[in-house]
């Protein structure tokens, strides 16, 4: 046989979500972080919103204010930054948190149905029943870790060079721990009893590179150390930690390098 059975073609390296013609179905995983985007010789310069400018580049083109948060992306199978600055769409998802029948959209799916063109451009959104997030998508998303701050730099907010990256949410209980403001959604190291921003670093591209089953399970052991970010980590659990992961990567790596191509 060429190929393995269960081969299956990449999908696109895209990881920044792109409304298409028809339906979009998400599953929103973290909290957003918000702001003002202004756009710069085709480059977009984004604002924290307690630091909007008092006027555009483009006296003609005003700000917009924007959403940017974390999704997993049904149609392309990714996990993606889903950016919204259409008024229509951010109005539905707020009235949806603000019902009680429905709550803030992290237990349930969200279809976007975007029709027309241009300026006659509109879009519908539909949330789907209440349903348990699947376990490959949480894998992926600790796979793919993401800093949404970054945005705000005009960086790549998919780098491994960062230290912390934004928290999913993942359970009600998730819900509970989120940081009151989110444009500060990056958890930030307060206690000398946390690890170094260099071992975190370490840390986050070592867990980068293992199998996604035990990063899942590393994480939900963290979680229920009230640990969200890696720069978290107590400083006594790092010697333990870092050399569990390393030994997972190594034989994950070796693992794949044994499978015939």
């Given at each position: 046989m060429f190929l393995p059975k269960d081969y299956k073609a990449p999908k696109s390296s895209n990881y920044y979500a792109k409304l298409m013609e028809g339906e979009n179905k998400f599953r929103i995983l973290s909290q957003p972080i918000l702001g003002w985007e202004d756009w710069v010789e085709k480059k977009?310069?984004?604002?924290?919103?307690?630091?909007?400018?008092?006027?555009?580049h483009d006296p003609k083109k005003p700000m917009r204010h924007f959403w940017s948060m974390i999704v997993w992306n049904y149609n392309e199978e990714l996990i993606q930054i889903l950016h919204i600055t259409q008024a229509?769409?951010?109005?539905?998802i707020e009235a949806l948190c603000n019902d009680n029948d429905w709550g803030a959209p992290y237990f349930y799916d969200l279809?976007?149905?975007?029709?027309?063109?241009?300026m006659d451009t509109e879009y519908m959104i539909n949330p789907l029943p209440h349903k348990p997030l699947g376990e490959h998508?949480?894998?992926q998303f600790m796979d793919k870790p993401c800093?949404?701050?970054?945005?705000?730099?005009?960086?790549?907010?998919?780098?491994?060079?960062?230290?912390?990256?934004t928290p999913g949410v993942f359970s009600k209980e998730a819900t509970t721990n989120l940081l009151p403001k989110s444009t500060n959604l990056?958890?930030?190291?307060?206690?000398?009893?946390?690890?170094?921003a260099e071992q975190a670093k370490e840390l986050a591209v070592i867990i980068k590179?293992?199998?996604?089953?035990?990063?899942?399970?590393?994480?939900?052991?963290?979680?229920?150390?009230?640990?969200?970010?890696?720069?978290q980590v107590p400083k006594e659990l790092f010697p333990r930690i870092l050399a569990a992961a390393t030994k997972k990567r190594d034989e994950y790596q070796k693992m794949i390098a044994e499978i015939p191509f």
């Open positions: 977009p310069m984004r604002y924290r919103m307690d630091a909007k400018p008092l006027k555009s229509s769409i951010r109005n539905s279809k976007i149905i975007k029709s027309g063109d241009g998508i949480q894998a800093n949404l701050e970054a945005l705000y730099d005009g960086a790549d907010p998919f780098s491994t060079e960062w230290s912390s990256f990056v958890v930030e190291k307060k206690s000398a009893d946390t690890i170094t590179y293992c199998q996604s089953d035990y990063q899942e399970e590393l994480w939900k052991t963290l979680r229920g150390l009230s640990v969200t970010a890696i720069d």
